[in-house]
C-alpha cells in the first residue's frame, strides 16, 4: 500500500517511522486544494493520511486567543483536502479527536457512541468537530478520533510527559489512545477503506492516578505531584476552560474486524518501552 501523509508534526512523523517505505511524508505546509491534488496525482497514493491541524501551543489554551487559526488549520484545511481527494478519487482519512465530548454521554452508561451528537465548549474541539460534520456526509472518507495520545518515546505530546511534568494534576476517569495501536489501527483502516467515523481508543478506562502510580514504579520512584480537582484548573488559572475528560466506545473498527488492545493490558506494555527508551537517552 502507498499512503500519502500530510503533516509533518508528532502523528505525522510517527506515522511515517511505523510504516517505512509504504509511506511518503510531505513536509510542505499545505495551502490549496490544487496543491492536495498536484501531490496525489504525482504519488499516486492508495490513501491519503491527515494528520495536519492545529493544537496549539504549549496546550489547547492557545486556540482559545488565536480562533481563526484554529479554525483555518482544523476545519478549512481538512474540508479542502477532503475535496481533492474527492475529485481524485482518492480514499481519505483523517485524524480526529475525542475531545469534542464532555463528560457523560446522554446513554444510561455514560459511554460515547461514533453516531452521538457531540457537545464541545473549547475553540480547538468545536473547530474539530466541524470538520467531522462535514467529512462524516462524504464517501470516501474515514476520520479516526483518538485520546490522550499515550506513546512509547518521550515528547510534549505524550501523556505520559504531560501529567508527569505538571506539579498539579487532576485524577479522571478517560479513555485513551496507545500511538503504536492506532497506528496500526489507521493503517488497516485504509487497507479496507473504512467510511465514516471510527473511535480508536482502547477499549476500557483508566485514570491518571494509575498512569502515574505505573511511571513511578517503571521510570520515576522519585517523581511527585500534587491532586487537584477539576474545578480548581479553571479556578487556580491552570486552564482557561474546562478540559475534556469521556468515556468512548468503539463499534466501527470492530464491525471492520479492526481490533485494539484493551488499556488494563497496553498500559504497562506501552510504559515498560516508554521506561526503556527513556532510560537509553
Known sequence: MKILILGNGYLGNRAKE?????????????????????????????????AAGVTGKPNVDWCEDHQMETIQGNTV??????????????????????CVFYGRSPHEDGVWNEADAANPVAVYSRAKYAADLVLSTMPNIGIARLRMPIDVRSCPQNLIDKITTYPKVIDVENSVTVVPDLLDACYQLMQ???AGIFHCTNPGTIRHKQIIALYEELVDPTHTN????????????????KRSNNVMRSTHLEE??????????????????????????
Open 77 to 98: 484545511l481538512p474540508i479542502m483536502i477532503a475535496q481533492a481527494c474527492t475529485q481524485t478519487n482518492t480514499y481519505l482519512l483523517h485524524l480526529g479527536t475525542g
Open 192 to 194: 479496507k477503506k473504512g
Open 18 to 50: 511505523t510504516w517505512g517505505d509504504e509511506a511518503i511524508l510531505i513536509t510542505d505546509r499545505i495551502v490549496s486544494i490544487e496543491q492536495v491534488i498536484s501531490l496525489v496525482q504525482t504519488h499516486q497514493p492508495d490513501a491519503v493520511f491527515n
Open 256 to 281: 471492520l474486524g479492526i481490533h485494539m488492545r484493551p488499556i488494563d493490558v497496553a498500559i504497562r506494555d506501552v510504559i515498560e518501552k516508554y521506561a526503556r527508551q527513556v532510560k537509553s537517552v
Open 226 to 241: 500534587e491532586w487537584i480537582t477539576e474545578e480548581d484548573l479553571v479556578t487556580q488559572g491552570l486552564a482557561k476552560k
